[in-house]
Each structure stands twice: as C-alpha cells, then as structure tokens.
C-alpha cells in the first residue's frame, strides 16, 4: 500500500492542525488509520499508578473505552502492548507480530475477551514521549480482516508518527504555557494560588502560594505535589484535586473546601476549584486552581477568579456579584444601565456555569470564594 505525497501531506497537517485546535485529535487518527489501512488509530496518555489522562481512537466504539478500563488495561501486566509500549524507545515502532506469542494469545484474558470482543487482535504502536511518570503512544489498530501490518503500511506508520509526536509537543507546551499565563493574571492581585493539571501536579503557582510552601508555611510540594504536615490533611486535599481533576461535565465546575493544618496547629482554608475542560486537551493544561481562603476577599480578585474558574465573561462576573450582594435582576439592569432581557439572559448564563439553580444557591457558591 502507497499513499502519494500530497496525501501523506494532509495527515500530517490535520495532526498539526490538531494540536492548535483548529480540528479534533480523532479527526487526525481517521485519517492515519486510513493511510496505513487499519481499522483504528489510537493516542493514548499513561500516568503513574497505571492511570490514563486521556484515551483517544477513531473507528471504535465508546464500549471500546469502558471495556479497556474494565480491564485494566492501562496496566503492563494485563496488557502486552501496553508493556511493550513503555519498555521502547521514543518513536520505535514495533508490531503485535514481533511480541505477541501464539500462547499469549490463547491464554491472556485481554487478548482472548477484550481484543476478541471487539475483533481489534493487531497493533502497531510506538511511544511518542516518555517522561518521567508520564507516556504518549501512537497505534494503529487492525482487526481480523486487516491482519498484522504490511511492511508498507509500517513505513508509512514510521514516517507520520514523528510529525505526531511534534505535534503532541506543540500542544503540551501551549497547555504548560496557559498555566503559567494563568498564574501570571492571579499574581496581579496579590492571590495565593496553586495551578494545578488534571493529575494534580503544580504546574505553577502565584508568589503568595510560594509563602504557604515555605519553611513555617503550611503546604509542602513533594514531588510537584501538594502535600501537608499530616497524612489526614494530605489525604484530604489529594482527594479533593482528584475529584476536581476528574471533572468532565461542561460547565459547573467541581469545587470542594479543605482545611489543612501547620506545624503549628494554625488552620488555613483552601478551595479546590476545577476549570472547564477545553476539548481535546491532553492532562497538562491548567485543570485545578487550589486558592488560599482569604486571598481572594476583594471584589476585583472574586471576579477575576469566577473569569478564571468558571469561564464568566466580565459582565456575567459583575451580574453574580450584584446577585450574590441579594441584588434583584430589575437592580441590576438599573445600576449597569442594561435591558433587563440582556441582564436575565446573563443571569441563566451564571447559573449554567456555576451549576446553580437559584439566586441563594448563587450567594452560599460566592461566599464560599469570599
């Protein structure tokens, strides 16, 4: 199988296209298992403890997903490609001919169920970047009928993923760089914030959050994580970044209250805010803001976070401060000179984002910031 250069042009450019938002990420996949003739093409992000920030393919199912995951199949125990895939070299392609045994596949309940389940028995597949704690893959994905991967197919496979693999680079450093633009707006107010990814490392934090982790302060970063100077407290703020990190829904971002302790028994107040997901996105853009209670107490630093958090333009920020100050919506329209249509328009808009369903829900959500 041979694929011209101007095709072979256009699966490269909907990768890079990808990586700047300006088409999906399985769009891209499509179009690299159809040039090499596979059934499906995979990206896929691994973490530490068999985790996996984002799984992405094109031409499978969604039970395709929830299957993998019933079956642990971020594990290398359980999954041979996936063992393989953590054990290569960046961009060394290697194919499910050249590992997996006749035996393993008789015997390996991956193999046998899940793969037979979905008739996907062949992969090629090449690691894209390997980090410390984290790894990128590439695959294709072949059923029965495709069969193990020609020598053509695989060169054409060869020769994509390192533009992939630029690729994926250019959008891990734009996502790096929004948490530190992030941070950056947040230290304008003098705001203690931690700027957290969806796996809860700190990938930037403001000045005023860089006192909490000093000597006498009480947080600690271990490992790039936050920690604290007892194991409940850690726990606790470790399950609330979790839950924060995980969040999947549009709109109404998870938001949870943690008090932590220091060395000197002085409690200190944080909020664990999520930040709306952008499509697509791989688990290194700024997903969780951890705010020192008390940081935030001016109006101006309240609003900035509600933009920040929440994704309010600067007049839904200013419409949820009047409401929660028990502000009517016919007040408000006075006070910002506004229709009232364009004011109850903005209010819905507020209540969406927050996940809140009336004006005292509002209050309790905004005071928790104050």
Known sequence: MKINEERWLAVVDQFHAAAMGESGWVDSLSALALATGSRAGELIGLGSAHTIPFHWFS????????????????NP??????????????????SSEEFVTKEERRSNPFLTEHLARFDAPYICLTPLVKDPGSLVGLAVIRSSSDG????????IFTSIAPHVRSAVRAQTILENQGAQLMAGTLEALSMAVFVCDSSGRVRSL????????????PL???????????????????????AAGRELRPGAPHSATVLVRGLNGEPTVLEVIAVPRRENAFSFEPRVLVVAKGSATET?????????AYGLTDAEALVALALADGLAPEQIAAQRSAAISTVRKQIASVYEKLGVHRQIELIAHIHRLR
Do not use: H, M
């Not at 193990?148 to 695989?154: A, D, G, K, Y």
């Open 206 to 217: 403001t000045p005023n959050a860089e006192i909490l982790v000093g000597r006498s302060g």
């Open 59 to 74: 031409g499978l199912e969604q039970e395709w997903f929830d299957d993998f995951l019933a079956y642990d199949g971020g």
């Open 148 to 155: 193990e991967i020609t020598p053509e197919q695989r060169a």
């Open 77 to 94: 125990a359980v999954n041979p490609f996936i063992r393989v895939g953590s054990q290569c070299a960046p961009l060394q392609v290697r």
């Open 220 to 242: 600690r970063l271990k490992g790039g994580t936050l920690t604290t100077s007892n194991q409940v407290d850690t726990r606790a703020l470790a399950d609330a970044i979790r």
């Open 300 to 308: 101006s630093s309240v609003k900035l976070l509600l933009k920040a």
